[in-house]
DNA sequence: ATGACTGCAAAGACTTTGCATCTTT
DNA sequence: AAAGATGCAAAGTCTTTGCAGTCAT
C-alpha cells in the first residue's frame, strides 16, 4: 500500500532551502535559515524531510563532515571537494567519473552498485590562502 | 616542543586488531575484539588511540557508515564498497585513481589537496543473493 | 473525518573529555 | 619523579522517536 503525501508548508520551504544553496547544507544550518520565516519549525522535522526528500530521491547525502550529515540538492553525478579546515563543501562538476567505473565494479566484483562517490579533502582558496585560521581542528 | 610518546600495551593490541582485519572496524567492534583479552580496556582509550593513529598516519578514516565511523590501516590509495544493507566495507585495490586527478583538481580549482576517496554503494555479494535481508535500513 | 505532518521533549547513539590512577621511561 | 596513557563516568553532539495536537484532502 502506498503511503499518501500530503502538502506542506515546512516540507516546501525544506527543499527550497537545500536548492536554493550550494553550501551542502546539514540540517541544523537548513533550520537556522528558515527558523526566521517559521518561528514554529522544529529541528526534528527538518530531519524527518530530510529523510522523505532522500527516499524521494530529491536529495542525497554527500557524507558525514565533521559529525554532521550533509546535504546536496543536485541529484546528478558530481565529484566534491571538502575543506579539512573550514569544513566547506563545493561542488566539482568538472571531475566526472568515466562512466564505465561503477560496471567494472559490477562485473568485476560482483556487487550491485548504486551509486559513486569521489571526494576530494584537502584546503580550500580561503583557507589555503591564511593558514592562520586554525580555530578549527582539521579533519586529517 | 614534541610530546614524548610512549609504549602502551592497550595501544599495541588495538593497532594489531586494525591490522589484523579487512573489515574496516569501528571503535566499538575495537573494543569488542579486544575486550575478552584486555577485560580493563575502555572505550574512551580507544576513541583516544585512533585518533592518535590518525594523526601519525597509521591508519585512516573510510568515512561514516550508519552512525559509526570506520577505520583502515591501509593508507595507500585504494577505493571501498559499501554495502547498503549488510553496512561491511570492502576494499577495491583493482579500482585505482588516475594519479593525476588531484594534481586536477588542485590546478583546475585552486585547492591544496591532500587526499582523495572514491567509494561505490550498492549491494555486496551475499546481500545481493539474499533479496530478503531487509532487516537493516538500506542507507540511499 | 481520515490520516499525514508537525512541535515538543525525551530518548538514543556515538564520541569526547575531566580527573584520579596507573605505567612507562 | 615526571609525564604519558588509561578507566571510569559524565558530558557533549547529532539524530531519532513517541505522542498529542494540527493541517491537508
Known amino acids: 500500500m502506498e503511503r499518501a503525501v500530503r502538502y506542506s508548508k515546512k516540507r516546501e520551504a525544506i527543499l527550497a532551502a537545500l536548492q536554493g544553496t550550494s553550501c551542502h547544507p546539514s540540517a541544523e ?3 537556522r535559515q528558515l527558523k526566521p520565516q517559521h518561528p514554529d519549525l522544529s529541528l526534528g522535522t527538518v530531519y524527518r524531510n530530510l529523510a522523505f526528500f532522500q527516499e524521494h530521491g530529491h ?3 554527500v557524507g558525514v563532515v565533521r ?4 546535504f546536496d540538492a543536485i541529484v546528478t553525478p558530481h565529484s566534491h571537494f571538502v575543506c579539512n579546515c573550514c569544513g ?6 568538472d571531475i566526472p567519473l568515466e562512466d564505465n567505473l561503477e560496471r567494472t565494479v559490477s562485473t568485476q566484483y560482483g556487487f550491485a552498485v548504486e551509486r559513486c562517490e569521489l571526494t576530494f579533502y584537502g584546503l580550500c582558496l580561503s583557507c589555503s590562502h591564511s593558514q592562520q585560521n586554525n580555530k ?3 579533519l586529517s
Open 136 to 138: 578549527e581542528e582539521p
Open 59 to 61: 536529495i542525497k547525502s
Open 29 to 31: 544550518w537548513i533550520y
Open 88 to 93: 566547506t563543501i563545493q561542488d566539482l562538476p
Open 67 to 70: 559529525g554532521q550529515e550533509r
